[in-house]
């Protein structure tokens, strides 16, 4: 009995000593297997870990895409401050983003960055005008 008080015991301590230890921003939208389409309003949310180390102020958000090792700015979505307890920011997509599924947003505080997963973006089609095609 006693060695099963003490596991118990052990295995809470270890839990709460990581979620301690992890703080920061953790993207809950987009995040992998998200689509969304250039043009379109969509709010990316976040989770603030551990409150009691997270009063800052989240300073950018950019849009970057290209592999993990070498992500390149696309955009900065956001150059104002977000107070990063809000937990969301409504962002219109610029539509004329090519389709990709390479995208990341990185949230910038003043001492880190936080990364998204990666999501798709799918470019806005636009529809030849059939009136201004030459008849042959």
Not at 38 to 61: D, F, H, P
Request: hydrophobic share 40%; no cysteine.
């Amino acid at each position: 009995m006693r060695l099963s008080t003490y596991l118990i015991t052990l295995a809470t301590s270890t839990v709460a000593l990581v979620y301690a230890q992890n703080t920061g921003i953790a993207f809950t939208q987009p995040t992998e297997g998200t689509v969304w389409s250039a043009g379109s309003s969509q709010t990316v949310t976040w989770l603030v870990l551990n409150t009691v180390n997270m009063s800052e102020l989240i300073e950018s958000i950019e849009l970057r895409n290209g592999p993990s090792s070498n992500l390149q700015l696309v955009e900065i979505i956001t150059a104002d401050s977000i107070e990063a307890t809000s937990g969301q920011y409504l962002w219109t997509i610029a539509d004329d983003l090519p389709t990709g599924e390479d995208y990341a947003l990185i949230a910038k505080t003043s001492t880190s960055e936080y990364y998204s997963t990666r999501f798709k973006i799918e470019a806005v089609v636009h529809e030849d005008n059939p009136s201004s095609m030459g008849a042959s």
